[in-house]
C-alpha cells in the first residue's frame, strides 16, 4: 500500500499490455479479436492512466480507435482531440464502468448503435467538436439510463434522434448548442433540466417542424433564425423557462409566441436582445401589447428601436424592477401600463425622456413611496395617472404629489387609491386625496416624525441625542426639496487615498451571502479593490467595538451595508449602519450603498433606513433572478468605482 501510494500517481502507458491481453480473453467471436488486434496498435500511443483514481487521459495522442491497453476498471476516459472517426459496438466493452467519457474534438462519423451499450453507469458524456457527427437513428442510448450530462454541441448534427433524451431518468443538461438542426421531432421523452439549442437553424416552430415533448425547466432557443411560430406549438410546450431572441422577430412571430405564452404553462420568458434589439425591425410599431406574459426581467435595451410606439401595455406581469434604460428609447410613447406587476420602487431616471407620457397606470403594484424626482420630466405631460392599489406610505413627503395631484390631472380610482397603515397615523387607510399636508405637516410634522423614533429611543437610550439629530435633518431634508436643486459632483479621490478600500457591515445571519456571492463577485469584478474589511472579524484590533467602527467607516473609500429583515432588528447593527450615515453627512461624500437582500416589509423599515432611501441616497436591490442579478453587480460595481459629493446643504452640528 505504502509502495502504491509513493508511485502514484503512476504514468502507465503502454506498461499495461498484459491487463490488453488479459481483456482480449475475455472476448469471443473472430470480429471482435480482428477489431480488437487493431486497436492494440493504437493503444502504444500511450495514454496518461491515474489507477488510483480510475482515470485514463489519452487527449491529443493522435489515437484513429478507443485504445485497449488501458485498465478495465477505468472510470474517467479522456479521448478528446483525437482522430476517432468511429465507434463501434466493442470500444467500450474494455471498460465498462467508464461514468465520464469525453470524445470531443475528434472526427466521429459514424456510432454502431450498441457502442455505448456497456456504459450503464454513464453520467457524462462529450461528443461535442465533431465535425461530422451522425447519431444511430435511435437506441444509442438505450443502457445509460444515468446519463445527467450530454454534450452535443457544435457537431454540425442536422437531426436529433426521436428518442434521443428518453432513456435517461434525469437528464440534468443536454447541450445542443451551435448545430445545424432545422428540424425537431423529440416526441418521446423523460424529464430533462436544461435543454439548450441555442444557435441552430430553427425557422419554423410549427408542428410540422418541432415537436419536443419533454418535461424541461429551461428550453433555450436563442439565435435560430425563427421566420414562423404556431402559437399552438408554444402553447403545448411542457417547458417553465423559455429562452428567444439573439435574433431579429418579425412582430408577427413576436405576436404568435406571446399569444402560445400566454396559453402555456410557460412560468417565465426570457427574450433576450438580438443585434439590433429584438424589436429593431419594428421601428414604425405604434402599439405593443405584452399583457400576462408572465414577463419578470425587462432587458434595459429590450425597447431600443422602437421610437415610433405611442402606446405600451405590460399589465399583468412580474415585474419587479424597470431599469433607468428600459423607457429611455420611447420618445413617442403617450400611454404606459404597468398594472398588476410587481414593481416595489421607481428609479428616479426611468420617465427622463418620455416627455409625451400623458397616460401612466402604476396600479396594483407593491409601491410604498414616490419621489419628486422620479417624475419631474413628465410633471406636466401627463392626464392621467393611476396609482391605485399601492400600499403608499402617505407623509409629509408627499407634499409634491399631493399639489401635483391637485393640478390639471386626473388621478383614476382615486377611491381605490388608499394611505396604508405605515402612514401618518391620521391618514391610515384613508384616501390619499383626502391627505391635505397644509393641514397635517404645518405644526404636526416633528410629531408625526418622531414616532418611530421614539419606538427606537426606547431601545437605544443611549443615543436619543443621535435620534434628535436625525429628525433635525429630516425636516431639513423637506426644505432642501423645495429649496434647493440637486447637482451632482464627483470626489476627486480614489481608493488609494483611503487606508481601506470596502468596508462590509452586515448581520452575523448574512454571512452566507457575504461569503458565497459579494466577495466573489467583488473578487471577479473589481480586483483592485484589496484592503477589505468584512464584517465584525476584520476590524481593528484593540479599540473599543463602537470605536473601531467608527474608525474603520472613516478610512474606508466605500461601505457596503446590507439590510435584511433580521439586520434591522438588530440594535448594534442599526447603530453601526447610523455611525456609517453620520459620517456621510460629515464628510459631505456619497460613500455609502445600502444592499437589500430581502424586501423589508414597511413596518419593519427602520427609521434610519427610511431617511436614507428618501434622502435619495444609492441603494440596490438583491434579486433571485439571474438577469437581475447581473443587473445588481453592474450597479454595484458601478457605484463603488466612484464617489459623489452628497448634497446635503446641511449644516454640521
Ligand atoms: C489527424 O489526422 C490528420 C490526417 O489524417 C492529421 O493531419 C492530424 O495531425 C491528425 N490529428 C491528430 C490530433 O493526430
Ligand atoms: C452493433 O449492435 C447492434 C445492436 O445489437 C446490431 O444491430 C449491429 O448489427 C451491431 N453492429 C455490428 C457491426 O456488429
Ligand atoms: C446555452 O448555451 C449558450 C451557448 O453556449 C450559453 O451562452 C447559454 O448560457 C446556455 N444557456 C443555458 C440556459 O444553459
Ligand atoms: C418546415 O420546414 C421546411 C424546411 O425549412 C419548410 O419548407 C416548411 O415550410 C416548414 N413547414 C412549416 C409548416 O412550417
Ligand atoms: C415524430 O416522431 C414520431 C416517432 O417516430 C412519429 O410518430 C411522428 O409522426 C413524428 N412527427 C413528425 C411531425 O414528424
Ligand atoms: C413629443 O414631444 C416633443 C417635445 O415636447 C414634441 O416636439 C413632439 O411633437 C411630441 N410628439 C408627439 C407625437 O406629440
Ligand atoms: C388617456 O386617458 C384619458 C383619460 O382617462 C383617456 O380618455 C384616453 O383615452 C387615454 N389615452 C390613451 C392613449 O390611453
Known amino acids: 500500500m505504502a509502495n502504491g501510494s509513493i508511485l502514484y500517481p503512476l504514468l502507465v502507458a503502454c506498461l499495461l499490455v498484459s491487463s490488453s491481453f488479459q481483456s482480449l480473453y475475455r472476448h469471443d467471436g473472430d470480429s471482435a479479436m480482428t477489431s480488437l488486434r487493431l486497436d492494440m496498435d493504437q493503444s502504444f500511443h500511450g495514454c496518461d492512466q491515474n489507477l488510483e483514481q480510475k482515470k485514463a487521459s489519452c487527449s491529443n495522442k493522435g489515437l484513429g480507435l478507443v485504445p485497449t491497453g488501458l485498465s478495465g476498471d477505468t472510470e474517467v476516459l479522456d479521448l478528446s482531440h483525437n482522430n476517432i472517426t468511429k465507434l463501434l459496438n466493442s470500444s467500450f466493452e474494455l471498460y465498462p464502468l467508464i461514468n465520464s467519457l469525453d470524445i470531443s474534438h475528434n472526427d466521429v462519423r459514424a456510432i454502431e448503435s450498441a457502442a455505448f451499450y456497456p456504459l450503464k453507469g454513464l453520467l457524462y458524456l462529450s ?40 432513456w435517461s431518468l434525469h437528464l440534468d443538461t443536454a447541450r445542443l448548442f451551435y448545430n445545424q438542426l432545422s428540424f425537431i421531432n423529440v416526441s418521446s421523452c423523460g424529464k430533462a433540466d436544461t435543454v439548450n439549442m441555442t444557435g441552430n437553424r430553427l425557422q419554423h416552430l410549427t408542428a410540422e417542424n418541432f415537436t419536443f415533448e419533454c418535461h424541461t425547466d429551461t428550453l433555450n432557443i436563442r439565435e435560430n433564425p425563427i421566420q414562423s411560430v404556431d402559437p399552438d406549438v408554444i402553447a403545448s410546450l411542457r417547458v417553465r423557462y423559455l429562452v428567444l431572441g439573439g435574433y431579429p422577430l418579425s412582430d408577427e412571430v413576436l405576436a404568435n409566441i406571446i399569444l402560445g405564452i400566454s396559453k402555456s404553462d410557460i412560468e417565465r420568458l426570457t427574450i433576450v436582445e438580438g443585434s439590433v434589439g429584438i424589436f429593431g425591425q419594428l421601428s414604425v410599431l405604434q402599439e405593443l401589447n405584452l399583457d400576462y406574459c408572465k414577463i419578470g426581467y425587462l432587458h434595459p435595451l429590450v425597447f431600443s428601436g422602437l421610437e415610433s410606439l405611442q402606446k405600451l401595455s405590460l399589465k399583468g406581469n412580474n415585474i419587479q424592477h424597470i431599469h433607468d434604460d428600459v423607457l429611455s428609447g420611447l420618445g413617442q410613447i403617450k400611454s404606459i401600463d404597468f398594472k398588476g406587476n410587481d414593481i416595489a420602487y421607481l428609479e428616479e431616471l426611468m420617465f427622463s425622456s418620455n416627455w409625451n407620457l400623458t397616460n401612466l397606470s402604476l396600479a396594483n403594484n407593491r409601491i410604498t413611496r414616490v419621489y419628486q424626482s422620479t417624475f419631474k420630466p413628465i410633471f406636466s405631460s401627463i392626464s392621467s395617472l393611476d396609482l391605485s392599489m399601492n400600499p403608499i406610505e402617505c407623509n409629509c413627503e408627499l407634499k409634491w404629489l399631493i399639489d401635483w395631484l391637485n393640478g390639471p390631472i386626473r388621478l383614476k380610482n382615486e377611491d381605490k387609491t388608499i394611505c396604508s397603515l405605515a402612514s401618518l397615523e391620521p391618514l391610515r387607510k384613508k384616501s390619499l386625496m383626502d391627505f391635505d399636508p397644509n393641514e397635517l405637516c404645518k405644526i404636526n410634522n416633528s410629531l408625526y416624525s418622531l414616532i418611530p423614533l421614539i419606538s427606537i429611543g426606547l431601545v437605544v437610550i443611549s443615543v436619543l441625542l443621535y435620534h434628535y439629530r436625525w429628525q433635525l435633518r429630516y425636516k431639513l431634508f423637506l426644505l432642501k426639496l423645495v429649496a434647493f436643486a440637486y447637482k451632482e ?21 448574512d454571512e452566507e451571502w457575504i461569503r458565497e456571492q459579494l466577495r466573489p463577485a467583488l473578487e471577479e469584478r473589481l480586483p483592485q479593490l484589496q484592503r477589505n474589511v468584512v464584517g465584525d472579524e476584520d476590524l481593528v484590533l484593540g479599540m473599543h467595538y463602537l470605536d473601531s467602527v467608527d474608525y474603520v467607516v472613516s478610512h474606508s473609500y466605500k461601505t457596503i451595508v446590507v439590510l435584511s429583515r433580521a439586520a434591522v432588528l438588530d440594535h448594534w447593527f442599526i447603530l453601526k449602519f447610523r455611525t456609517a450615515m453620520d459620517h456621510v453627512s460629515d464628510t459631505l461624500t456619497e460613500f455609502v450603498v445600502v444592499v437589500f437582500l430581502e424586501d423589508i416589509p414597511d413596518d419593519e423599515m427602520p427609521f434610519l433606513a427610511r431617511l436614507y432611501l428618501s434622502d435619495g441616497r444609492p441603494y440596490i436591490h438583491w434579486t433571485e433572478n439571474v438577469r437581475g442579478q447581473e443587473y445588481f453587480w453592474e450597479e454595484l460595481t458601478k457605484n463603488l468605482t466612484i464617489n459623489i459629493r452628497t448634497n446635503d446643504l446641511i449644516p454640521n452640528e
Open 127 to 166: 461528443l461535442s467538436f465533431n465535425w461530422g457527427l451522425v447519431l444511430p437513428a435511435t437506441g444509442v442510448f438505450m443502457m445509460s439510463t444515468q446519463l445527467s450530462i450530454l454534450d452535443l454541441s457544435a457537431s454540425n448534427l442536422k437531426s436529433l434522434p426521436n428518442d434521443i433524451l428518453k
Open 489 to 509: 459632483m464627483r470626489d476627486a479621490r480614489d481608493h488609494n487615498d483611503y487606508e481601506f478600500d470596502v468596508n462590509i457591515i452586515f448581520y452575523d445571519d
